[in-house]
């Protein structure tokens, strides 16, 4: 079949990332939902089996109408193994955005799987998740600045999952990421009232300034159905990264269909 691209080929091929890109830039101004599939392969870890498997529920959130897929491949491989991301690599229909630890095993292997993304972020053995942002001091710039040398020179978008202030935000853009991901969570564990809009008000106020320094605006982490409203409003963010709530929601109607209701209230949010 000469001129065609045999499917399992694609995401390695270059034009595919050339189309990614561009399609990912028409929706600049609306939002992207981006999936985590970390937790379908918890509960497949929990007894060591094949089942569920998160490659499958991909299908499912693409279904459902996910604008890409988002996997953190853990020191430690507690939920999401390697096979996982060769598999959604050569079979996913969405970009793939891996988040990985500054660390040289995992560096090693985004650096051969060129997935369209990735985010640095900080990792602890001891944590149950994800817990602050990366620490972009003076100590941990070379460090990271040298890991985004890397993955730009493979052509690899990238971001760095930073606390929502100003100092964080201008560090990174020191740096030169591609973007950075503001992390959510003292926003969704804030008392609802004035606590909740005062921690809106910072993330609102540092996607503007990361936005003004030249980087695209993503954010994550515990966003839920009932809190993503107000956070899928800020006009500067571009890309929702959503996990555990999806996930916990698709065990009672399904994977499409928990994607498609949180895309709908994003979009609504979107639409004013
Ligand atoms: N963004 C980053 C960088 C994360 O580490 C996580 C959690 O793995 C998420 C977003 C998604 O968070 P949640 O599972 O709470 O939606």
Known sequence: MTGETDALDRPADPQYRVETCSATREREFSMRLY??????????QARQTDEPDPVRAAVLAELGGADGLTVHLREDRRHIQDRDVELLLRTARTPI???????????????SWLPYQATLVP???QEVTTEGGLNVGEEAAERIGNTLERLHAVGIRTS???????????????????AVELHTGEYANARPGQEALDRLG????????????????????GLTYENVIPVAAIPDLEELNIGHSVVSRSVFVGMERAVREMKALILRAREG
């Not at 955005?97 to 650096?111: F, K, Q, S």
């Not at 760095?160 to 591609?178: G, K």
């Not at 910072?202 to 982490?221: F, S």
């Open 160 to 178: 760095l999952f930073i606390d929502p202030d100003p100092e964080s935000v201008r560090r990174s853009a020191d740096l030169d990421p591609t």
């Open 123 to 125: 990792e602890k053995r």
């Open 202 to 221: 910072r993330l609102r106020a540092a996607a503007e300034l990361a936005r003004g320094l030249g980087m695209a605006v993503h954010a994550g982490h």
């Open 97 to 111: 955005n891996l988040e990985l630890a500054v660390t040289e095993g995992v560096l090693d292997l985004a650096e």
């Open 35 to 44: 999936i985590n599939i970390d937790h379908v392969a918890t509960v497949r």
